[in-house]
């Protein structure tokens, strides 16, 4: 039987705005909504990240401690993935703070990259102190992959131990300065891990769904949400990522894959309980 599906909901991001989507939420208790609404949806982990109320990206703890509490407080017991990515141009030390009581996952990502007009760094020393931090609080690493090079750098991060299992592994594609949303480079990818290691397919914009339908087919695992993407379809707007979601799960279904939940979700990754 194939393993369960799990739907990974990005519901917020930082680099989308209202002025490209009226459905992006801003405030702690807007995101928090989006996540609550996302797992009802079918997500069994939201990857989250933090604004001002104004929209401008945050990595605050009081930010992310609120959504967390907002979260949980609806009773909601979606896996909590958060972002120590942040936005283009934060600090490390500033990009940390998203690490609050409450978290069971926390990004890494792989390497410095173009990442649209700006520069997203990641030098290696950046990389081994992340690193290191998620092992101290016992998080379970999501390393971002976004070309084939970081494939390299998660080899080395697991041949010198600074990192080891469990870890999860998150091909995003289609970023522009990234490898693009194609069947060719996500292959490629999967190929090239270094051992064998379960995975997730996003694909920025419209590739969304073609890289979450692929990744299913390949014996991975989904992330949609408006972080992403904002269209359900050509030139319509999706009205929070649920709808997104929802998808998602329509297409694990009809892959064979029923979507995991958060319980399961926990067990196949190696999230703790804390
Ligand atoms: N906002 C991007 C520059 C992550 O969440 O760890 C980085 C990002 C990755 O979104
Ligand atoms: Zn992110």
């Not at 692929?214 to 929070?240: C, T």
Request: aromatic content about 6%; proline content about 5%.
């Amino acid at each position: 039987m194939s393993e369960k599906a799990i739907i990974t909901a990005a519901v917020v991001g930082a680099e989308v705005t209202r002025a490209q989507s009226p459905y992006i939420p801003y405030t702690p208790a807007e995101i928090a909504q989006a996540a609550v609404d996302a797992w009802r949806a079918g997500a069994a982990v939201v990857h989250l990240h933090a604004r001002w109320p104004d929209g401008r990206p945050s990595q605050e703890a009081a930010h992310f401690r609120e959504i967390v509490d907002r979260i949980r407080g609806a009773g909601c017991d979606v896996v909590i993935q958060c972002s120590t990515g942040g936005a283009v141009g934060m600090s490390v030390d500033e990009r940390l703070g998203a690490l609050v009581e409450g978290a069971e996952m926390g990004t890494l990502n792989l390497g410095t990259m173009n990442f649209g007009d700006d520069v997203f760094v990641n030098a290696r020393p950046d990389i081994v102190r992340i690193a290191a931090r998620l092992r101290e609080r016992q998080l379970v690493p999501e390393c971002e992959v976004y070309d084939a090079g970081m494939l390299d750098t998660l080899s080395w991060l697991l041949r010198h131990g600074h990192l080891g299992a469990p870890y999860h592994v998150q091909f995003v594609l289609g970023v522009p300065g990234g490898m693009g949303a194609t069947e060719r480079n996500l292959r490629f990818l999967v190929e090239g891990l270094p051992e064998p290691a379960r995975w997730t397919a996003a694909g920025v914009g419209r590739a969304q769904l073609e890289m979450a339908a692929l990744g299913l087919r390949l014996g991975g695992h989904v992330r949609v949400g408006l972080e992403d993407n904002l269209y359900l379809a050509k030139g319509v707007l999706a009205k929070g990522s649920s709808e997104l979601v929802e998808r998602a799960v329509a297409l694990a279904e009809q892959a064979g894959r029923a979507p995991a939940t958060p319980a399961e979700a926990r067990a196949l990754l190696g999230v703790k309980i804390h």
